[in-house]
């Protein structure tokens, strides 16, 4: 199973980015995807996590900013980031909780992450 990301880049504060990643692979159900980031030096941490079912969270530094969705049919994960600070320069990375069948524990995948710069 690969997850691929698409979308990073640099942009103004203020402006929108919209990132998405597509897992790809023999899979039989993926329970969670979401968004985590993780700047240098610094501990990877949640963006946003959103379950087959649609169930959201998200870290209290992106409410009402981020948003995420999801296609369950094209097995990709969306995050659309409205009016991003500078703050929110990180590299970010897809992450996915899935069964690759039907007799497995679910497992966790990471995508190769992509940058987002905001520039102040």
């Known amino acids: 199973v690969q997850l691929q990301a698409y979308g990073g880049g640099m942009v103004q504060a203020g402006g929108f980015l919209r990132l998405a990643c597509k897992a790809a692979?023999?899979?039989?159900?993926?329970?969670?995807m979401g968004w985590y980031r993780q700047a240098p030096g610094k501990h990877r941490e949640l963006v946003a996590t959103i379950t087959s079912g649609g169930s959201t969270n998200y870290a209290d530094s992106v409410k009402g900013r981020f948003t995420i969705s999801r296609d369950n049919a094209k097995n990709t994960v969306y995050l659309q980031m409205n009016s991003l600070r500078a703050e929110d320069t990180e590299v970010y990375y897809c992450?996915?909780?899935?069964?690759?069948?039907?007799?497995?524990?679910?497992?966790?995948?990471w995508g190769q992450g992509t940058l987002v710069t905001v520039s102040s």
């Open positions: 992450y996915a909780n899935l069964q690759t069948y039907w007799y497995q524990q679910g497992e966790d995948y």
């Open positions: 692979g023999i899979i039989y159900h993926i329970h969670v």
